[in-house]
């Protein structure tokens, strides 16, 4: 059994050497790592009075995750929708949504095509690491080869992860992302880790 970790131990280092990062890629901040603490960074694609992202709880106290600044004399208080975006459970709390204001009137945006389009150009990094999210990708800042980005004119460039739960499974992946149409590009950089265990839903 001793053998088998140290020679697991000795692939995984091997793998991560021969993962090579460039230098003018930057290390992604630790708090972006959480997909709630994005949302105050979006600039959306088109004009919104009033803008604010929720989550599907009974109470309105608590369901705010974000709002922009709303004027005074303006109240949404609408029902949540049946779906939304990056749904994790089944039930209350479990998924989460924009609703926003238009000349007067409300608009939802309810799932992650929707979100993408509310997002419009991608002005920077957390809005390119939602569209990574809205594409199944996740980020892990404590290795360069999943929490490393690079910014330009065109294109925002991540190495982000996906992960499987049964068996464990992590794959490395060198991101794409066209600002102007979000278009994706993804090129893996193979599994760095696996094991028999499977986490349960």
Not at 146 to 161: A, F, P, Q, V
Request: aromatic letters at 14%; proline letters at 5%; charged letters at 25%.
């Amino acid at each position: 059994m001793k053998i088998i970790v140290i020679l697991s131990l000795f692939v995984s280092n091997l793998f991560f050497s021969q993962i090579v990062v460039p230098n003018d890629y930057k290390k992604i901040p630790d708090i972006l790592d959480t997909v709630d603490y994005l949302y105050p960074f979006i600039n959306p694609g088109k004009e919104y009075q009033y803008w604010r992202v929720l989550s599907n709880i009974n109470d309105p106290d608590k369901a705010v995750i974000y709002e922009s600044q709303m004027p005074d004399p303006m109240t949404i208080n609408e029902p949540f929708p049946v779906k939304g975006f990056f749904q994790k459970c089944i039930g209350e709390g479990c998924f989460s949504y924009i609703l926003a204001c238009k000349e007067d009137r409300s608009v939802y945006f309810s799932n992650e095509q929707q979100l993408k389009d509310f997002i419009g150009y991608v002005d920077n990094l957390p809005e390119a690491l939602l569209i990574a999210r809205i594409n199944g990708f996740w980020i892990d800042t404590k290795n360069r080869f999943t929490g490393s980005y690079k910014i330009e004119d065109k294109y925002i460039s991540l190495y982000g992860l996906k992960s499987k739960d049964c068996p464990v499974t992590k794959e490395s992946f060198l991101i794409k992302i066209n600002r102007k149409t979000g278009k994706l590009e993804a090129k893996s950089n193979g599994v760095y880790y696996k094991s028999d265990e499977c986490i349960n839903q």
